[in-house]
């Protein structure tokens, strides 16, 4: 199963962009992959997702704001985050979505954090 390595998290004002990078170990040409954040005292959630045979789908609160992307020669998934809002402010992860072989393997994650 594939290990994920998250960066490019930060502190952004309001209305601010970020770009979020997952790394994996191996292919993910054929697996199902999403982005989750889970902030302070809240269940972990599926924000975004990209499937192997490039459907993207997302939360309702983060539709027309971010834009998942995966680039799987260099085996990494992309998360640009555009308009962020404070209720944004999480810990980001990569991972294979529920159901995929390698669900459940989480990395360290990146935090993002949106304050004025």
């Known amino acids: 199963q594939v290990q994920v390595v998250e960066s490019g998290g930060g502190l952004v004002q309001p209305g601010g962009s970020l770009r979020l990078s997952c790394a994996a170990s191996?292919?993910?040409?054929?697996?199902?992959m999403g982005w989750f954040r889970q902030a302070p005292g809240k269940e972990r959630e599926l924000v975004a997702v990209?499937?192997?045979?490039?459907?993207?789908n997302y939360k309702d609160s983060v539709k027309g704001r971010f834009t998942i992307s995966r680039d799987n020669a260099k085996n990494t998934v992309y998360l640009q985050m555009n308009s962020l809002k404070p209720e944004d402010t999480a810990v980001y992860y990569c991972?294979?979505?529920?159901?995929?072989?390698?669900?459940?393997?989480w990395g360290q994650g990146t935090q993002v954090t949106v304050s004025s």
């Open positions: 991972n294979p979505v529920p159901g995929e072989s390698g669900y459940g393997a």
């Open positions: 191996g292919s993910i040409s054929l697996i199902n």
């Open positions: 990209t499937t192997s045979g490039g459907y993207t």
